[in-house]
């Protein structure tokens, strides 16, 4: 089943079935509730005996202080904590409507699109996508190309501001798998820049949490191949495994086979002889690919070691001289990582170096 064919029903969250089916956890919640705080991050801070939850207990924990803040989580609820809350709490009631079965969903989240507070929008329209209501395109072409908001933590790194965690990258993905069929021809270039930008976000990034998932990698993969933007790679440069894994997927939806096979889990698509013999028509005429790099690119034990690789390179990106480099004997992405190294190197060096106000500063005080 494609959730974005059965929305709001079908599963997006695989950690939905704990908060609805009996026996995992105390109470049970609506599936819209569980998406909701599944969404929104509220464990930022640490843990006093420091263990570690599950991530839907996690979660279900914060549905259980929304219900002893505010009385519970029915539709009525949901409406005044929209209209009288703030910060989290708030931006977890959109969510919740936004994904709920309720008649006049779309006609209250709309004028959310403009809203002051951009997180706010940003999840009102993302909402609004999902149910396939056009007057949320100006702001989802937007905030495809808008980075997630960030500041600096007690550590001195870089990370996600609170409000923005989890949610504001990985629904960029679950976007995008809807605008794949569905959205006016402008969104087309959208898509592309917003690709070709979450790359160079993640090349440059200095001190991040780690890459964005590769779920969003893929859906924005897709969605260009779904729309016929099959150059949409051409002159980038990235890490071998990561190509092949979107070269899968613009080709997928360019033939639309998880529609036409009612399943996007590639792994099982590359098994069947029918779905290999599609893409490897369109491997070789549109993206020139030869026979060594087709059979590379359809052997699905393969897709499973780039998906690993792809892992591996966010560790070894940072110092490609680290023993255990996974990826020698792939030229391409020995170079771009030792080529970004230098990059990180010279960076530091520059940073290192008194500037010309520093070094006026520096004589002034003396």
Known sequence: MLWWKEFPQGLIFGEEGFFTEPGYLPRQYPY??????????YDDEPREDEEVYDWYRVAWEAAEAFVERWGGVDEETLRRVLREGEGRDRLAAAFALGHSPFEGVNETLAPLLEHPDWLLRCAAACCLALRRDERAIPVIERYLLTPEPTMVNRKGLICPVPEADCWYEYYKGLVAWVLAEWGPESVGPVLRQALLQLWKEEENAEGLPGPVSLDVYEALSYALGR????????????????????LRWLALGYRQIPERFNSNDVFALLKQKEV?????????????????????ALDSYRCLEDIEKITYWWAYRENPEKEGFPFEGDEETERLA???????????????QPSAGDERQAEEAR
């Open 338 to 352: 030792a080529e970004l190294w230098r990059a990180k190197i010279e960076k530091q060096k520059q940073g290192s």
């Open 227 to 246: 729309r016929g933007v099959l150059g949409a790679l051409h002159g980038v440069r990235m890490p071998g495994p990561l190509r092949r894994q979107m």
């Open 276 to 296: 290999r013999e599609e893409l490897r028509e369109v491997l070789w005429e549109r993206f020139g690919l030869g026979g060594e790099e087709i059979e590379e």
């Open 32 to 41: 819209y509730v569980a998406r909701a705080f599944l969404s929104v991050q």
